[in-house]
């Protein structure tokens, strides 16, 4: 089990994909199955079979049920994220007020 800090740059191996903490906690983030790193690995290319509206979006927060924990695509990828086995759910934007 991994702590995690808002500000920690993690790194999927199977993927491209790489996210930024930006809310810690607790557990085993993992993208396309596999557990992320801190280290730039340089994923070979592999698919993980992931279907495609599963695949991680750039700019996007996705958050754990129950909001323990929060992170942000900062390069897309073809994985999924999930912490302890649990998909990550994808943060919808607020929208705000209209001005007038």
Not at 52 to 65: H, I
Request: proline residues 7%; aromatic residues 4%; neutral net charge.
């Amino acid at each position: 089990m991994t702590e995690f800090r808002a500000g920690t740059r993690l790194h999927s191996v199977t993927c491209t994909t790489e996210v930024i903490v930006t809310k810690g906690g607790n557990g085993v983030l993992t993208c396309g199955g596999k557990p992320m790193t801190a280290e730039d690995v340089h994923a070979n290319g592999a698919r993980p079979g992931q279907p495609e509206e599963d695949r991680t979006l750039l700019g996007k927060r996705y958050r754990a049920p129950g909001g323990t924990f929060e992170a942000l695509c900062v390069r897309q990828g073809a994985g999924a994220l999930e912490l302890d086995g649990v998909p990550l759910e994808l943060v919808k934007p607020k929208i705000l007020p209209a001005s007038d």
